[in-house]
């Protein structure tokens, strides 16, 4: 393992931004902010979600566009969510928070209707195995327990395999509406086409893999849907 990670490894322990529990203490205690992350963040503004945010440098693009949400990216890997834990404690953004887990325990970190928005951004599409696919159903249905009613989930990829697989298997099996699905965003540019507002957000601002893909040339697909 080399140095650095050591490292950040020691310094994650210190940002009171940055939550890791084992799996153990989350069995036999719980989370101790679930159903209390208004009192976290000294408010009760919406909660955002980022699932697999990598180094969350989206999370803390988006907290710095909407200083009126509350944003947490999720992911399991401590030496990715360290720069964007440092960043966020470094630059006093309150509303900003990161936990460390598998996304597959991510029902213990909230209570019902404590989210109220999920951006899943550049996940492993896992071809091989479709139960690991962050918006298969086993997932969506780990998301419900604690999204409000109707909130949006946010899906950009590269991937146009989980892009059709999302919008041809999943939703239309299950009870979900979809507001709006590209197979290439960039193509139809915000600025003139007002009459789709969710493009704004989806182009404003990009996640370190989409920056990456983008200068490869590859088309970036995009869907958001909704949870009826
Ligand atoms: C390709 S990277 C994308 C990172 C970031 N969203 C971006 O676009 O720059 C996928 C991320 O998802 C995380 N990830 C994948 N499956 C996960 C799981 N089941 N639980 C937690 N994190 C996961 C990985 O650790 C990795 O950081």
């Known amino acids: ?6 490292e950040h490894f020691a310094e994650n322990l210190t940002f009171p931004n940055l ?24 408010n009760s503004n919406p909660i955002t979600l980022e699932l697999g945010c990598g180094k969350g ?18 992911d399991i890997k401590g030496a990715r969510l360290w720069r964007g834990a440092k960043t966020a404690h470094e630059d006093h ?4 928070a990161f936990i ?26 896992q071809p091989k195995r479709a139960n690991k696919r962050l918006t298969c159903e086993r997932f969506l249905g780990y998301y419900k327990h604690f999204l409000k009613p ?8 590269d991937s146009q395999e989980l892009h059709e697989y999302t919008r041809d298997e ?11 699905a590209t197979n290439d965003l ?19 601002t990009q996640t370190f893999y989409e920056r990456m893909f983008l200068a490869e040339g590859k088309p970036i697909t995009y869907i958001k849907f909704r949870i009826n």
């Not at 036999?28 to 208004?38: D, S």
Request: aromatic share 12%; net charge negative.
């Open 19 to 42: 939550f890791q529990v084992s799996y153990e203490m989350l069995k036999q205690e719980g989370f101790a902010l679930r159903g209390r992350w208004a009192e976290h963040f000294g």
């Open 57 to 74: 440098d989206y999370t803390v693009a988006l907290a710095r566009i909407h200083p009126d949400r509350n944003y947490i990216g999720v």
């Open 170 to 180: 999943v939703i239309p099996e299950g009870h979900y509406t979809v507001e709006y």
């Open 1 to 6: 393992m080399g140095h650095h990670k050591l």
């Open 186 to 204: 960039y193509a139809t540019p915000a600025e003139v086409h007002p009459d789709i507002p969710c493009l704004v957000e989806a182009q404003m």
């Open 93 to 96: 953004m309150d509303n900003v």
């Open 150 to 157: 109707g909130s949006p989930i946010h899906l950009k990829t």
């Open 100 to 125: 460390r887990t598998r996304i597959e325990l991510i029902e213990q970190f909230f209570a019902p209707e404590e989210v109220s928005e999920i951006w899943i951004t550049f996940p492993d599409p």
